[in-house]
């Protein structure tokens, strides 16, 4: 039987294929203040700027493409059952070929009804606007988790990492709460890895390194999984 290995994988990921992260120098946050464009607040603050920040972010997502470390995640399932939890709302992850993937923030290519949560629908048009209804005659907005919402799948990525047999982080800081404290819940007995070229300072002893960007970390972790379990 494969080993299962979870991947939670975050904005750092998704940074070398050129999509923009808010924490990042010259990132989002220095144009928008992250409590205008990502909190449940400002949809219904002001719609038409969420809607517009949205459609830009999902226009630059379609002319981007998977980067060697979105590839070769999805190569690992050749000799690990792989299961990807994502922060991140792009697709790379499967247009690079992964099979298994959780969103936990949402998807950038995805609608779902103001009144309903439950009805979602894949976009054909890459522009949202207001007066875009569902079914039941609400307006439709972005399927992204904002800041005071529920993470709708929180239970179903605790369930994955508490199962894994190997662990992985990459690209993500480890600040965004309820997703970083996954950690928490992985078992006490499996090996943890961390790929990120500014790592924190302070991280539990059992959690191994590696201090390189997403694409050449996964290459490392690649060598590290090969040797440890074939």
């Given at each position: 039987?494969?080993?299962?290995?979870?991947?939670?994988?975050?904005a750092g990921i998704s940074a070398e294929?050129?999509?923009?992260?808010?924490?990042?120098?010259?990132?989002?946050?220095?144009?928008?203040?992250?409590?205008?464009?990502?909190?449940?607040?400002?949809?219904?603050?002001?719609?038409?700027?969420?809607?517009?920040?949205?459609?830009?972010?999902?226009?630059?997502?379609?002319?981007?493409?998977?980067?060697?470390?979105?590839?070769?995640?999805?190569?690992?399932?050749?000799?690990?059952?792989?299961?990807?939890?994502?922060?991140?709302?792009?697709?790379?992850?499967?247009?690079?070929?992964?099979?298994?993937?959780?969103?936990?923030?949402?998807?950038?290519?995805?609608?779902?009804?103001?009144?309903?949560?439950?009805?979602?629908?894949?976009?054909?048009?890459?522009?949202?606007?207001?007066?875009?209804?569902?079914?039941?005659?609400?307006?439709?907005?972005?399927?992204?988790?904002?800041?005071?919402?529920?993470?709708?799948?929180?239970?179903?990525?605790?369930?994955?990492?508490?199962?894994?047999?190997?662990?992985?982080?990459?690209?993500?800081?480890?600040?965004?709460?309820?997703?970083?404290?996954?950690?928490?819940?992985?078992?006490?007995?499996?090996?943890?890895?961390?790929?990120?070229?500014?790592?924190?300072?302070?991280?539990?002893?059992?959690?191994?390194?590696?201090?390189?960007?997403?694409?050449?970390?996964?290459?490392?972790?690649?060598?590290?999984?090969?040797?440890?379990?074939?």
């Amino acid at each position: 039987m494969m080993k299962k290995l979870v991947i939670l994988s975050g904005a750092g990921i998704s940074a070398e294929s050129g999509i923009r992260t808010f924490r990042d120098m010259n990132g989002l946050w220095e144009e928008y203040d992250v409590m205008e464009v990502a909190s449940i607040q400002a949809w219904y603050k002001n719609p038409e700027l969420l809607l517009r920040f949205y459609n830009d972010r999902r226009k630059q997502m379609m002319t981007s493409q998977p980067n060697r470390g979105h590839l070769l995640l999805a190569e690992l399932e050749k000799n690990f059952d792989v299961r990807i939890i994502t922060q991140n709302v792009d697709d790379l992850h499967e247009r690079a070929g992964s099979s298994n993937v959780l969103h936990l923030h949402g998807e950038l290519k995805k609608a779902r009804s103001t009144k309903d949560p439950s009805l979602i629908y894949l976009l054909d048009d890459p522009e949202m606007k207001i007066g875009d209804h569902c079914e039941k005659g609400s307006q439709l907005r972005p399927h992204i988790v904002w800041f005071g919402e529920e993470v709708p799948e929180m239970d179903n990525a605790i369930k994955l990492t508490q199962s894994a047999d190997i662990f992985c982080i990459i690209g993500t800081s480890l600040n965004v709460y309820p997703a970083a404290g996954l950690i928490n819940y992985a078992p006490a007995t499996i090996p943890i890895f961390l790929i990120d070229p500014n790592p924190p300072a302070l991280l539990h002893q059992r959690i191994q390194v590696i201090a390189e960007k997403a694409g050449a970390g996964v290459a490392l972790l690649l060598e590290k999984l090969k040797d440890a379990f074939q």
